[in-house]
């Protein structure tokens, strides 16, 4: 159904190189019901796009478990 999607972008601390984007991306793209995850070193920031519901939550903890930290979260 169109329109029940979600799109959030989390401002992520730590990110220097390609190899971070890789781990964030795998790691918060495992997260239930995530479609869809574009990492930007330069600016920090990891845009989430969902089917539904995102659970700011899950993608905490993924990106924790990437080794990085979420500063910030963008509606």
């Not at 790691?27 to 659970?55: I, K, M, Q, S």
């Not at 993924?62 to 509606?75: F, P, Q």
């Amino acid at each position: 159904m169109a329109g029940t999607g979600t799109t959030r972008v989390y401002d992520v601390e730590g990110m220097t190189c390609g190899h971070c984007a890789t781990s964030v991306g795998r790691e918060v793209g495992a997260v239930p019901g995530v479609t869809g995850v574009d990492v930007a070193v330069d600016t920090g920031r990891v845009t989430v796009t969902a089917d539904g519901p995102l659970d700011d939550g899950a993608v905490r903890a993924a990106v924790d478990e990437a080794g990085y930290r979420v500063a910030g979260v963008r509606a």
